[in-house]
């Protein structure tokens, strides 16, 4: 059954500039598809156009009758007064209408014996049992836990939150009405790490249809299964998730640039025979002209094929200053609060050279405000932060600031960087600012292109220690991969908060992790450290083993005496070395899969599956080894 089905939209904000020219696309009931392409391709305009809130200047937008849609980018406006609580109530109206009915029908009830009025009760009764009506406040508590909305948030007034928490607290409520249609419009930007695997967990369960824009590449391989991109107002469709798509990307580029060479070595060799068939034609043979006339038309023929294009990577990279000394970075017994909340107390870390650190925590923990400590935009309540005498830091912070936003971005760079105009027009070339864009405003600029125009000021500083606080955030995914190009060149020390976890798998070689006031230092990679966590909480959730009950004085002896025993302490033993040979494999794949992040999920999986059956496996020889030992004493 087909929920959505777009066919031929056309839209024009401005004449003559089609955002779309002829956009189709079916998606099924239950289907998982992406919906890709850079800012400004026209993606949240077919949103706007499925939602009716925009109509397209041609074509059709049809959505399965009875279906309910939610789209969590639109905030719907509440009375004024509303708390969390009341918004997130709204989800459950029809059921409240239920309730109140059910208790004017009780009443009635109590007054007499109308048939009509039992009959009425009894089915309203079922209606509101089988909608979950006696389950309102056990969903609401565990959508509420995923998404990280405490009972603190939940009483205070909607309007009083931020654009990202207003967002969270609506997709929570969408979640709670159970739509069957969910549109999803960056959804992970204001989560942190915990709720946003929450969601995706959510969302393997969801049994309707989901179309989603999303610049979180994890997401896309978690979630999707089908993307369809936004290529020149039409839809290119992949039957993968966004591994798949980059992949089967990069082989249609290459297909189309086979195609188009050998229509151009064909294009070259009649152009050069046709040309000769004029030569002959000069003198005087008329049949040699048409055949060159022919030829001609044929050429115009063979030229269908526009010459593949791709974005070309970034022309820069960070200048780097040379490390001296032992200890980049030393903090010591740091400690941080703001009114009657500390953030962190304790804290002792030591950071030498080239290590590229995550900085994690969910939100609120105090991440930003560790970094603005280390820049000296706040002090600390006790404690210290030493910074080696060669350190040199160049810093992207997740809110961009500019002194003079009024002005363009060219005398931005003169002021900034002592350039001259033409070094500021290449520097700018360089990272996607062309022509007239150069003398826009910094104040006109997207948050997305402040970020950008913000890297590209700190390429020409020579610094050591890099630290990047959300860069990913507001960007689309070929200005992430732009920022990993420049990140992957630079070899001093990084560190970095991020929510995106395909760029900390990427680059992070050591984690610290910020919760309960507190940093867990990990040395390892990001697969490494959720394997490590994983572990924790399995161990934490096992049921203690059952101390096995010592042997009677009047056992029976074993069947097969020793030699069967010694048989078994054997076979156990050579489980245990093929399981610890197969480990030392894993630890190898897990190395040559370092930038495959789910190649590595794999690896990471059967590695701790490994680990757990060697454990058993270890338990199993010295119960034999002891019996054993026993059998041969007796």
Same mark, same amino acid.
């Given at each position: ?21 002829? @956009? ?37 937008? /049809? ?9 969590? #980018? ?116 204001? !989560? ?5 695997? +929450?969601?995706? #967990?959510?969302?393997?369960? @969801? ?10 590449? +994890?997401?896309?391989?978690?979630? &999707? ?17 966004? /591994? ?44 040699? *002209? ?11 023929? !063979? ?19 040379? @490390? ?59 404690? #210290? ?56 405003? &910094? ?7 402040? #970020? ?29 991969? +732009? ?14 908060? /991020?929510?995106?976890?395909? %760029?900390?798998?990427? %680059? ?17 990679? *990001?697969?490494? @450290? ?38 078994? &302490? ?50 199993? +020889? ?13």
């Amino acid at each position: 059954m087909i929920d959505i089905q777009l066919t031929g939209l056309v839209k024009e904000f401005e004449v003559g500039k089609r955002i779309l020219d002829g @956009f189709s696309l079916q998606i099924d009931q239950g289907e998982r598809v992406g919906l890709l392409g850079r800012n400004g391709a026209g993606k949240t305009t077919i949103f706007r156009m499925m939602t009716g809130q925009v109509d397209p200047d041609e074509g059709t937008v /049809s959505i399965a009758p009875g279906k309910r849609l939610g789209l969590i #980018s639109q905030i719907p406006v509440y009375p004024e007064g509303y708390t969390v609580r009341d918004v997130l109530d709204t989800a459950f109206a029809p059921l409240h209408a239920m309730e109140r009915e059910l208790v004017d029908l009780a009443a009635q009830m109590a007054d007499g014996d109308d048939p009509g009025v039992l009959a009425r009760y009894d089915k309203l009764t079922a209606a509101f049992e089988a909608g979950g009506g006696y389950d309102t406040e056990t969903r609401l508590n565990k959508v509420c836990n995923g998404l990280g909305i405490g009972d603190g948030m939940r009483s205070r007034p909607f309007d009083a939150l931020s654009g990202g928490e207003k967002t969270r607290i609506n997709l929570a409520r969408l979640i709670l009405e159970d739509t069957d249609i969910l549109l999803l419009d960056e959804p992970t930007n204001h !989560l942190d790490l915990n709720a946003t695997e +929450w969601l995706e #967990s959510y969302l393997e369960r @969801f049994k309707g249809t989901v179309l989603a824009i999303s610049h979180d590449r +994890w997401f896309l391989d978690k979630v &999707v299964k089908r993307v369809a991109e936004i290529q020149d107002g039409r839809a290119e469709l992949y039957s993968g998730n966004y /591994s798949f798509y980059v992949e089967e990307k990069e082989r249609r580029y290459q297909e189309r640039l086979k195609q188009y060479e050998k229509e151009q070595a064909k294009i070259a060799q009649l152009e050069a025979a046709a040309e000769q068939m004029r030569l002959w034609a000069f003198k005087g043979n008329d049949k040699q *002209y048409r055949r060159a006339i022919n030829m001609e038309r044929r050429i115009e023929r !063979l030229r269908t094929t526009d010459k593949p294009t791709k974005e070309k990577k970034l022309a820069t990279r960070f200048g780097e200053r040379e @490390f001296h000394g032992d200890e980049a970075l030393v903090v010591t017994e740091l400690k941080k609060s703001f009114g009657d909340r500390t953030l962190f107390d304790h804290i002792n870390l030591e950071v030498t050279g080239g290590e590229r650190i995550a900085l994690l925590g969910d939100n609120g923990t105090g991440k930003s405000t560790f970094i603005k400590l280390i820049m000296g935009e706040e002090a600390p309540d006790s404690g #210290s932060i030493y910074l080696g005498p060669s350190i040199r830091i160049g810093y992207l912070p997740q809110i961009i600031h500019f002194d003079r936003p009024d002005r363009n971005l060219v005398d931005t760079m003169l002021y900034a960087q002592n350039c001259s105009t033409q070094e500021a027009r290449d520097r700018l070339a360089a990272f996607k600012f062309r022509g007239e864009d150069v003398f826009k405003q &910094v104040s006109a600029l997207s948050g997305g292109e402040q #970020s950008r125009l913000r890297l590209c000021m700190l390429m020409d500083s020579r610094i050591n220690l890099l630290i990047l606080d959300e860069p990913t955030n507001h960007l689309d995914i070929d200005s992430r991969e +732009w920022i990993e190009e420049a990140v992957e060149e630079y070899g001093g020390n990084l560190l970095f908060v /991020s929510h995106d976890r395909y %760029f900390i798998e990427k %680059f992070a070689t050591r984690v610290w992790m910020l919760e309960n006031g507190q940093i867990t230092d990990f040395h390892g990679t *990001y697969g490494e @450290f959720r394997a490590f966590r994983e572990r924790q909480e399995q161990l934490k959730n096992a049921k203690p083993a059952p101390e096995p009950e010592k042997p009677k004085e009047d056992k029976p002896k074993r069947p097969g005496g020793t030699k069967e025993l010694e048989k078994q &302490v054997r076979s156990a033993e050579r489980a245990v070395e093929k399981a610890e040979v197969r480990l030392d494999e894993l630890a190898q794949e897990a190395e040559e899969a370092a930038s495959d992040y789910l190649k590595l999920q794999d690896v990471y999986a059967e590695r701790e599956r490994l680990e757990d059956e060697l454990a058993h496996l270890y338990g199993e +020889w010295e119960r034999l080894a002891a019996e054993l030992e026993d059998a041969r004493g007796s």
